[in-house]
């Protein structure tokens, strides 16, 4: 990128001008390179570090909502489940709606607010990546989870009795399926044509991911079934079930959590792509 500066005016700064040109004659012209745009790494840290200071206080407040909604969805399933797969698909789902409730439902109405009030404007005039603005927002958003996700996951393990051995694979469960529903959050905002449509679309985002993420699957009617195959929290879920297991499949684990990361770039992929779109407009 080039910038074009008149020699005469170059002159008037004591800037030499250019060979054969004198400050009498018509004006001409120099170009002076500009800064070379952002990379994607800096960009994120400083989109990311910007985006978690200035949730912080508004979102913790919501955080524990999302924690004490999930551990009241398992004292009330306490009642119906003894124990079993179905008590490992409870607290699973519980654990994994924390994440939904905040990197869906939240993000889905942070960017239908954020086109409507015109601030995608402000970012579309920073040197920095797409990619960068939406990795960046998601993966912040996404970090409000850890906390809630993990004392979801004790607490529920404690009230249906199952081993916590194993709840270490939530460093795993927490990030694939946050990027994956924080892609799919970001999506929905950016394609809202109005913010109130945007939060009507993470509402029942996360109302998916509480009816087909808690109750088990084998319960669920058939055509159920395939709409809870299409959400991308449900790998996420099925790894953290088995990872109940007095011995866990390590084969199908890993095989849910390479699903979840493939539909986790695949969302945040769509969410760069509308974003784009929104920007233009």
């Given at each position: 990128?080039?910038?074009?500066?008149?020699?005469?005016?170059a002159?008037?700064?004591?800037?030499?001008?250019?060979?054969?040109?004198?400050?009498?004659?018509?004006?001409?012209t120099?170009?002076?390179?500009?800064?070379?745009?952002?990379?994607?790494?800096?960009?994120?840290a400083?989109?990311?570090?910007?985006?978690?200071?200035?949730?912080?206080?508004?979102?913790?407040?919501?955080?524990?909502?999302?924690?004490?909604?999930?551990?009241?969805?398992?004292?009330?399933?306490?009642?119906?489940?003894?124990?079993?797969?179905?008590?490992?698909?409870?607290v699973?789902?519980?654990?994994?709606?924390?994440?939904?409730?905040?990197?869906?439902?939240?993000?889905?109405?942070?960017?239908?607010?954020?086109?409507?009030?015109?601030?995608?404007?402000?970012?579309?005039?920073?040197?920095?990546?797409?990619?960068?603005?939406?990795?960046?927002a998601?993966?912040?958003?996404?970090?409000?989870?850890?906390?809630g996700?993990?004392?979801?996951?004790?607490?529920?393990?404690?009230?249906?009795?199952?081993?916590?051995?194993?709840?270490?694979?939530l460093?795993?469960?927490?990030?694939?399926s946050g990027?994956a529903?924080?892609?799919?959050?970001?999506?929905?905002?950016?394609?809202?044509?109005?913010?109130?449509l945007?939060?009507?679309?993470?509402?029942?985002?996360?109302?998916?991911a509480?009816l087909?993420?808690?109750?088990?699957a084998?319960?669920?009617?058939?055509?159920?079934?395939?709409?809870?195959d299409?959400?991308?929290?449900?790998?996420?879920?099925e790894?953290?079930?088995?990872?109940?297991d007095?011995?866990?499949?390590?084969?199908?684990?890993a095989?849910?959590?390479?699903?979840?990361?493939?539909?986790?770039?695949?969302?945040?992929?769509?969410?760069?792509?509308?974003?784009?779109?929104?920007?233009?407009?």
């Amino acid at each position: 990128m080039t910038s074009i500066i008149p020699a005469r005016t170059a002159t008037t700064r004591g800037l030499p001008a250019p060979a054969g040109s004198s400050g009498a004659g018509p004006a001409r012209t120099l170009t002076a390179p500009l800064a070379p745009r952002a990379r994607l790494l800096p960009s994120l840290a400083a989109v990311y570090r910007a985006q978690l200071s200035r949730a912080r206080v508004a979102r913790i407040p919501l955080l524990f909502v999302a924690t004490f909604q999930s551990v009241g969805i398992m004292i009330l399933m306490r009642g119906v489940v003894d124990g079993g797969s179905e008590a490992r698909a409870v607290v699973a789902g519980s654990s994994v709606l924390v994440v939904a409730f905040v990197a869906l439902n939240l993000l889905a109405q942070y960017f239908g607010q954020l086109r409507a009030s015109g601030g995608l404007d402000h970012y579309a005039t920073l040197p920095v990546p797409p990619a960068a603005v939406v990795l960046g927002a998601a993966a912040a958003y996404a970090s409000f989870t850890v906390p809630g996700t993990v004392f979801t996951a004790i607490t529920g393990s404690v009230l249906f009795q199952l081993p916590m051995t194993h709840l270490w694979v939530l460093v795993a469960v927490v990030p694939l399926s946050g990027a994956a529903l924080a892609g799919l959050g970001a999506a929905l905002g950016l394609l809202a044509p109005r913010p109130e449509l945007a939060t009507l679309l993470g509402q029942l985002g996360m109302s998916a991911a509480l009816l087909l993420g808690v109750l088990p699957a084998e319960r669920l009617p058939e055509p159920v079934s395939w709409a809870r195959d299409l959400l991308p929290s449900t790998y996420g879920v099925e790894a953290l079930a088995r990872s109940f297991d007095a011995r866990p499949d390590w084969g199908i684990i890993a095989f849910f959590l390479a699903i979840c990361a493939a539909v986790g770039v695949l969302s945040l992929a769509a969410a760069t792509w509308a974003y784009r779109r929104a920007a233009v407009r």
